[in-house]
């Protein structure tokens, strides 16, 4: 089975532009997070989304937003980009079962983002 | 803010030997995970220890887990050079849906 993926790799954008980034699931896995992680630092939770809702939010402005779609795909979207917003972010998915072993999170390769 | 804390920050050893790195959390937790990341790319999950479990075998890694003292540790045996790697320690707490809290991680580098 495909692992998590992530679009595009890196990507470069300019000071108070607008980026999306785009993730793909494992298969059968309903739950989405994204995560943040600066150079240096472990990896900060931004959203959980699972069956299209959002479950959970992590202290990040409005300017940044998500959504899931019907086959549990998900973007996120940062508006307003700023220089602080240079990172790795990270995609994780999670079966949904009950089973506590479940919340074993399998993370994508992750979208490098570079703001000039 | 980031829950966890690991230490130490870095770790080098011989190829061969055994690597143990601690990690310590602030608040009560439904599990505490462990996780791999290479070169700055994605994190691979290592091993899950329940907040009702003491101890935990995978392979080459040896996970323990002290809810009194709130901390943990993974001991890797008989390292190898494509065990460097960055090593983070992320806490589940209970109502927190997926949301992981991960530590600043451990890099540890394993000489040939």
């Known amino acids: 089975d495909a692992g998590v993926t992530q679009s595009p790799t890196h990507l470069i954008k300019t000071r108070g532009q607008h980026v999306t980034l785009r993730c793909s699931p494992i298969?059968?896995?309903?739950?989405v997070s994204w995560y943040q992680q600066v150079l240096g630092q472990g990896p900060q939770f931004i959203f959980q989304?699972?069956?299209?809702?959002?479950?959970g939010r992590g202290n990040f402005p409005d300017r940044f937003s998500a959504r899931q779609f019907p086959n549990y795909s998900s973007e996120l979207n940062v508006n307003a980009l700023l220089l602080g917003d240079s990172a790795l972010y990270l995609c994780?998915?999670?079966?949904?079962?009950?089973?506590?072993?479940?919340?074993?999170?399998?993370f994508g390769p992750g979208t490098r983002l570079t703001v000039t | 803010s980031q829950q966890g804390e690991e230490d130490p920050q870095a770790l080098s050893i011989q190829e061969g030997e055994n690597a143990t790195m601690n990690c310590s959390y602030k608040?009560?937790?439904?599990?505490l995970q462990w996780y791999r990341q290479n070169s700055g790319r994605g994190l691979v999950h290592l091993i899950l220890?329940?907040?009702?479990?003491r101890e935990k075998h995978s392979g080459r890694l040896r996970v323990t887990l002290d809810t009194s003292k709130k901390s943990s540790s993974l001991l890797i045996t008989a390292s190898r050079a494509a065990d460097t790697a960055s090593y983070f320690c992320?806490?589940?707490?209970?109502?927190?849906?997926?949301?992981?809290?991960f530590g600043k991680g451990i890099t540890l580098s394993v000489r040939p």
């Open positions: 992320a806490t589940h707490y209970t109502g927190a849906n997926s949301k992981l809290t």
């Open positions: 298969s059968g896995h309903k739950s």
């Open positions: 994780a998915s999670r079966r949904t079962s009950g089973n506590a072993d479940s919340y074993e999170q399998y």
């Open positions: 608040t009560s937790i439904n599990n």
């Open positions: 220890i329940r907040s009702n479990e």
């Open positions: 989304y699972y069956e299209k809702e959002e479950r």
